[in-house]
């Protein structure tokens, strides 16, 4: 069978939307296998910097970018390799099925969902944030997508009541796959008995947003926060300091966290800057040697949370309370409510209760074992239906 994977990626800058290609991938080929069958991936989304592409021995695919000049100059490519496919499972690149990033992001959104129903497929959104639409041209839209898919399954409890109050039906709660992508424990530490770490800098909150400004209205000042932090943990010599990228388009300097990062290192004495990392699996790797863990890039977090390192997540959008509150881990923080001073002393508490946070983690295993399954059930009846 042909399976679409749309706003899935094996190179894009942003490592969080590669962990989810890269799970959502292996929890599809599990189930596809598991029946006794054999699929052909066809993955559509965005192309970007890096190479993490599993590989054609493991899985056989292939990869059609769905970008405005391939629309203009190649429709006919993205066209033909939605045709062919037996189902479409779109994760949204998780959280893009939103206006908060802008119309041009919606308006690609939906126009990929409405060419895969035009093209009479059966279109699942996989698990992801689902809004929020400020603009009545988005409401109305979205709705009359959401109201044609084969089944539509949200991340967390905040996209899940906002599907509820569209009336859409087919809908599903489970969690992000982000959770489930493996990983190889590594040994991050230079110096033994140091108490390791890691920040990831978000070099969009940084820059105040795409446009600037503060697009995303937050009351804490992130610079001042980010160095802060820093300078508050050189004051004790029991910490090693990592800045740990996690979005890294080369192409795109001021959204790249490796480039901000690597001021910072340049800045301070006694930092650690984690390398450009060229996967999600190398990131998640190297995250799971700290001690503990905060950052603004909500996959990061997610990395840290599953390789059981305690973290405090710093949200600038609802996507992260919606999240974590599902699964009952109340650590996070909110940049657009809480000042600079509430979140620095948050995270250096956080610091000093990390065996704490580790025990929350543990009790949250469960939840998610628990709604990973939801999703292979559901995927599992998908493949079925196909099947037969």
């Excluded at 894009?12 to 799970?23: E, P, Q, R």
């Excluded at 279109?123 to 639409?133: A, E, N, R």
């Excluded at 295993?365 to 995927?379: C, H, Q, T, V």
Aim: glycine share 6%; aromatic share 10%.
């Amino acid at each position: 069978m042909n399976i679409g994977l749309l706003w899935h990626s094996f190179s894009s800058g942003n490592l969080g939307v590669g962990a989810l290609s890269l799970a959502n991938l292996e929890l599809i080929d599990g189930i596809v296998k598991a029946r006794g069958l054999k699929a052909h991936y066809v993955v559509i989304g965005s192309s970007g910097p890096c190479d993490y592409s599993p590989g054609n021995d493991k899985y056989s695919y292939e990869f059609v970018e769905f970008s405005e000049k391939t629309l203009l100059k190649r429709p006919q490519d993205i066209l033909g390799s939605i045709r062919k496919c037996d189902v479409v499972f779109d994760i949204g690149e998780g959280d893009s099925f939103a206006d908060i990033y802008g119309y041009k992001r919606i308006a690609k959104l939906l126009l990929s969902k409405a060419l895969v129903i035009a093209s009479k497929k059966m279109l699942v959104l996989s698990p992801q944030t689902i809004g929020p639409f400020h603009r009545a041209s988005s409401i109305f839209f979205a709705k009359k997508i959401l109201r044609r898919c084969k089944k539509t399954i949200a991340r967390d409890q905040q996209s899940f009541a906002v599907l509820e109050d569209m009336g859409v039906e087919n809908i599903a709660e489970a969690i992000d796959v982000a959770f489930s992508l493996p990983y190889q424990k590594m040994k991050v530490k230079t110096v033994a008995n140091k108490i390791a770490v890691g920040i990831n800098i978000s070099a969009l909150l940084h820059a105040g947003g795409y446009s600037g400004g503060n697009q995303f209205g937050l009351k804490t000042d992130y610079v001042e926060l980010t160095e802060k932090l820093i300078e508050h943990l050189l004051a004790r010599p029991e910490f090693e300091i990592h800045l740990v990228p996690h979005v890294i388009p080369t192409e795109f300097s001021s959204e790249d966290d490796y480039a901000v990062s690597e001021v910072y290192a340049k800045k301070y004495d006694r930092i650690i800057l984690a390398p450009r990392f060229k996967g999600p699996e190398e990131a998640k790797s190297y995250i799971s040697g700290l001690d503990y863990f905060t950052g603004a890039r909500m996959h990061a977090t997610i990395g840290a949370f599953s390789a059981s390192v305690p973290v405090t997540p710093l949200a600038y959008s609802r996507k992260f309370a919606g999240l974590f509150n599902s699964i009952n881990y109340t650590r996070v923080l909110d940049l657009r409510e809480q000042t600079t001073e509430d979140v620095l002393t948050k995270i250096l508490s956080d610091i000093d209760e990390r065996a704490k946070l580790k025990d929350e983690i543990h009790n949250a295993k469960a939840s998610i074992d628990s709604r990973l399954e939801k999703y292979k059930s559901i995927i599992s009846h998908v493949i079925g239906e196909i099947a037969c």
